[in-house]
């Protein structure tokens, strides 16, 4: 995942937005995700953007691509304790097209 | 709940011990994963396979053996592990290895090498 960066940490009030970012350095990106990865569980596919996408918004959640600066962001509005998890940003690269992750994204909600 | 499925759950062996792991889906996916995943760490890709076929191996020990019997379901055959092998195994499956189809993961294996 060296490819691939984020926070390892983010502490959000019950109720406020999260904001969680994430860098790429591979131009030749085409799909970017982002997973969830709850305690003991495996990685649930929250949403992904195509790299000519600006913007994509599913509910609560919001994706923000900025190509040129090789930044993707994934916010969340009015954040509750089930969102509580490691938040992974996945991009989709190469010939092979396999994902690289990025560290991921401790987020903590607290009441 | 995960379209993929996983077992067994949990899996304590010995050294000496043979085991595998198990996944099926039935989604008609044709490409299926193998990921190995250490604590607070991301996956880390062991195989793919393509239309049954192995199409990617990570250069990965040979303690470690996949195996696709069919389009739904593909094995990880395990032998002579080491203890620093104790990870979450997890498998994934998307509808083919185009990078617009998504993968979707199942909820691992947690394996313990006494």
């Known amino acids: 995942g060296e490819d691939v960066e984020q926070s390892l940490f983010l502490s959000v009030r019950e109720g406020d937005s999260s904001v969680i970012n994430c860098t790429y350095t591979d131009s030749s990106s085409t799909y970017l995700y982002w997973y969830k990865q709850e305690p003991g569980a495996g990685l649930q596919l929250l949403t992904y953007i195509f790299s000519n996408m600006d913007m994509k918004q599913d509910q609560r959640l919001t994706v923000l691509l900025n190509k040129k600066d090789k930044h993707l962001s994934l916010r969340i509005a009015d954040t509750q304790t089930g969102d509580s998890a490691i938040y992974f940003c996945?991009?989709?690269?190469?010939?092979?097209?396999?994902?690289?992750f990025g560290s991921g994204t401790q987020l903590t909600v607290l009441p | 709940d995960t379209e993929v499925t996983q077992t067994p759950k949990h899996l304590v062996m010995g050294m000496t011990n043979k085991k595998s792991l198990k996944c099926e889906q039935h989604m008609g996916h044709r490409a299926m994963y193998w990921y190995k995943q250490k604590a607070k760490k991301p996956p880390e890709l062991m195989f793919v396979?393509?239309?049954?076929?192995?199409?990617i191996n990570e250069s990965v020990p040979s303690r470690f053996s996949p195996e696709c019997p069919n389009s739904s379901l593909l094995n990880l055959h395990l032998h002579a592990l080491q203890p620093e092998d104790s990870a979450l195994y997890l498998c994934?499956?998307?509808?083919?290895?185009?990078?617009?189809?998504?993968?979707?993961f199942g909820d691992g294996t947690r394996l313990s090498i006494l």
């Open positions: 994934a499956s998307s509808q083919s290895r185009q990078g617009n189809q998504p993968q979707h």
């Open positions: 996945a991009e989709s690269k190469g010939s092979a097209r396999q994902l690289t």
């Open positions: 396979y393509s239309y049954e076929k192995l199409s």
